[in-house]
């Protein structure tokens, strides 16, 4: 629902605007602050006293998410050997859609345990 696109949304404008920030003042400051940022915003989820303020921190969680996931797929990609980068690269995308699959089983574990 309109939830859910507010975190794709924020993902769409924080991937444009973190690589910028991450070409000038660096990648790990870059990556450090998108992790900080999604940690703090999600954590304000679960705490927003309303509908359209959980709206708001759910888009500022997707724009800290959108960054955190192009930035660290090129740390990653610049620390690692040239030899190895295929493989790797292979293995970091490919456990994306794995705990995409794995977190949405344990939702519906969680959901019907507890009746939710």
């Known amino acids: 629902g309109f939830l859910g696109s507010m ?3 924020g993902m769409l404008l924080g991937a444009a ?3 910028v920030v991450g070409d000038r003042v660096g990648r790990r400051f870059a990556f450090m602050s998108t992790v900080v940022f999604t940690s703090v915003f999600g954590l304000a989820s679960a705490f927003a006293p309303n509908f359209p303020v959980l709206i ?3 888009f500022l969680v997707g724009f800290g998410l959108g960054g955190n996931l192009p930035i660290d797929y090129s740390l990653f990609m610049e620390y690692l050997a040239t ?5 790797f690269s292979v293995l970091l995308s490919g456990f994306w859609p794995i705990g995409v ?3 949405s089983w344990l939702t ?6 507890y009746g939710w």
Do not use: A, D, H, Q
């Open 7 to 9: 975190v794709y949304f």
């Open 17 to 19: 605007i973190w690589s």
């Open 56 to 58: 708001l921190c759910r």
């Open 83 to 87: 030899k190895n980068r295929g493989m």
């Open 101 to 103: 699959m794995l977190s």
């Open 108 to 113: 519906l574990v969680v959901m019907n345990r």
